[in-house]
């Protein structure tokens, strides 16, 4: 086991950037999850740390050792990729054995036959062994691409979005299984996702990565409650946070944020980092979560039109308009609401977020 430590690394493909100066400290044993949308550098970040693909600047060490100028096979670390890339001519058995029988860490049979074995029946793969993967479900196959990266018990295991294939139901358990089996061997984990349920629950610390910069990085609770900037609020939550654009006005000795669907006087103890900032106009951030609706009128609550209605089962997702803008709030109550429908939504003051419209950084976290 060990930790990985990357400082200010780049990697370009032409005039294409992909990674600009990350930096990065995963703990030994520690889970991190890597989030950020198709094009981020998510792959990228792995495959350098893996060796594949060679880095431009910085450094990156494993378990105190600086390994970004030794090949792949020296670096100890085991990588499942998205797409399974087993061997479809061979059995479970001989694809979760081949990483063994490299002629740089070759194994003696004894031990090739013990460790698969043990591996798969953990997986509950066992039973699969003498058949093609060939003729395996989506599910199995990950499994037995799973099972061949534990199967070396390396330093490092990095997963790049390894059940983004999968249908929802066993991606779900799949994502119990793959935290559970981690924890189980300890082994110091990077998995990479655009699907920030899948970070949050898994990871112990999320790391924001959005066009090869490291944005922000934080345990779940921090990544959701105190993003960094709107892209990160913006990230993390379904449906996403609404935005508006706000005015801060000083009436009397309140502060007060006018948008274009509400206004809102600001909690005492923001007030003070606000007007220290010296700026009147700001990005209002609300989750959907945290606007509540009603279809009575209720004290310090705003009118507003129902424009679409979306069942999801116990929660519906609604679309509301009030003066020409649109946004989203979750209702998990037993109401129904009809489209054009009047109604009235709420909220807590202490639920806004304040973000400087021309860098999207929060106004209340220090940069």
Known sequence: MADLVLKNVWKKYGEVVA????????????????????????????????????????????????VDSLPPFQRNVAMIFETYALYPNKTVYENMAFPLRSPYIKFPREEIDQRVRKVSAMLQIDWLLDRNVAQLSGGQKQRVALGRMLVRSPQLFLMDEPIAHLDAKLRHRLRAELKNIQRTFGITTLYTTHDYREALGMGDRIAILN????????????IYNIPRNDFVAGLVGDPPMNFFEGTLVQTGSTLVV?????????????????QTLKKNAVK???????ILLSKQEVPGGFAAQVYVVEPLGVVKVITLEREGMKFQAKYMGSDDFEMGERVFFHFSPQRLYFFDPETGLNMLISQ
Not at 42 to 54: C, F, R, Y
Not at 261 to 274: D, K, S, T, W, Y
């Open 284 to 290: 209002v951030g609300l989750r959907p979560s945290d």
């Open 211 to 222: 066009k090869g910069i490291m944005i922000q990085v934080g345990t779940p609770d921090e």
């Open 258 to 274: 006018h948008t274009g669907a509400f206004q809102r006087e600001v909690p005492g103890e923001i007030v003070g980092p606000l």
């Open 19 to 66: 990674l600009k100066g990350v930096n990065l400290h995963v703990h030994d044993g520690e889970l991190v999850t890597i989030l950020g949308p198709s094009g981020a550098g998510k792959t990228s970040l792995l495959q350098t740390i893996a060796g594949v693909e060679e880095i431009q600047v910085g450094e990156i060490h494993i378990g105190g050792q600086r």
